[in-house]
C-alpha cells in the first residue's frame, strides 16, 4: 500500500530549512529515503528501522515515529544541491519490499 | 566501486512491438529488482530477484511482461507486445541482499510507445 507524502511541493531559498512527511495507513517496518534529480537515478539518503531512530546524513535528518507511522524528513540549512524529488520507501509487512511515495519536489533558489 | 548500469537509456517503439531492457547490477549485489517509474510517480516494483531466483513478480503483468536473471548476475526485462500504458522509466536496482540494504539503482532506460 502506497505511502502518502506531504508536502507535493515545496521552494526554498539557500538557507531555509524544510520538512517533509511520509505517512502510511499500515504499521511501518522501515522507511527508505531517496532523492532523484530530474533525469537521473533515485539516490539512496537513509534507512530508518522500527524503534523510532533517527538518522542524519549531513545537514538532512530523518525521524520515525511508530505510534503515528510515519517519517519526516528535515533539510536543515539548504543548498542548492538539495534540489530534486524526495521519495520515501515504506516496507509494511517487514518482506523488504518497499512501496514508494509520489515524491516531494524541493526546489531551492539562491 | 561501479554503479548499476541500464542499456538502452532511451527507446521508442510503436505499441505492439517488443522491446528489452538489460541491467547489470554491482558486483556481489544478490538482489536485483526492476522497477516501472511513470511520469509524476513513485517507481513501483514490477519484480525482486535472489540471486537468479524471482523472489516476488505480484505486480509484473505476466501477460506482456517477462524477465529473467540468467547465472544470478546481469538481468533482461522484456515487454510483448506493448501498449500505450508501458511509457514510462524502467529502473534496475541492487543491493547486498533482500534485508534493509540501500537499493543502488541505474539510470534507467525511458520508454516511449507511439
Known amino acids: 500500500q502506497q505511502p502518502v507524502q506531504s508536502p507535493q511541493a515545496v521552494i526554498l531559498r539557500e538557507g531555509e530549512d524544510a520538512v517533509i512527511n511520509c505517512s502510511s495507513s499500515?504499521?511501518?517496518?522501515?522507511v527508505h529515503w531517496y532523492r532523484q534529480k530530474h533525469g537521473e537515478a533515485p539516490v539512496f539518503l537513509m534507512i530508518?528501522?522500527?524503534?523510532?531512530e533517527q538518522k542524519g546524513h549531513d545537514k538532512i535528518s530523518a525521524s520515525f515515529n511508530e505510534k503515528k507511522q510515519q517519517s519526516s524528513l528535515y533539510l536543515t540549512a539548504s543548498q542548492l544541491s538539495y534540489s530534486g524529488t524526495y521519495f520515501c520507501g515504506t516496507d509494511i509487512l517487514n518482506d523488504y519490499k518497499l512501496s514508494f511515495g509520489a515524491g516531494t519536489t524541493v526546489t531551492v533558489r539562491a | 566501486e561501479a554503479g548499476v548500469a541500464q542499456s538502452p537509456r532511451y527507446k521508442i517503439i510503436e505499441k505492439r512491438q517488443s522491446v528489452a531492457f538489460w541491467c547489470n547490477p554491482i558486483s556481489g549485489h544478490a538482489t536485483l529488482y526492476w522497477y516501472q517509474q511513470i511520469l509524476g510517480q513513485g517507481p513501483k516494483l514490477l519484480i525482486q530477484f535472489q540471486n537468479n531466483g524471482v523472489v516476488d513478480d505480484s505486480q509484473l503483468p505476466k501477460d506482456r511482461f517477462s524477465a529473467e536473471r540468467l547465472k544470478g548476475v546481469d538481468s533482461t526485462l522484456k515487454i510483448q507486445p506493448a501498449k500505450l500504458e508501458d511509457s514510462a522509466v524502467y529502473l534496475c536496482a541492487s543491493s547486498l541482499s533482500d534485508s534493509n540494504q540501500p537499493q543502488h539503482f541505474g539510470d534507467g532506460t525511458r520508454l516511449s510507445i507511439l
Open positions: 499500515k504499521a511501518l517496518y522501515s
Open positions: 530508518l528501522l522500527k524503534g523510532g
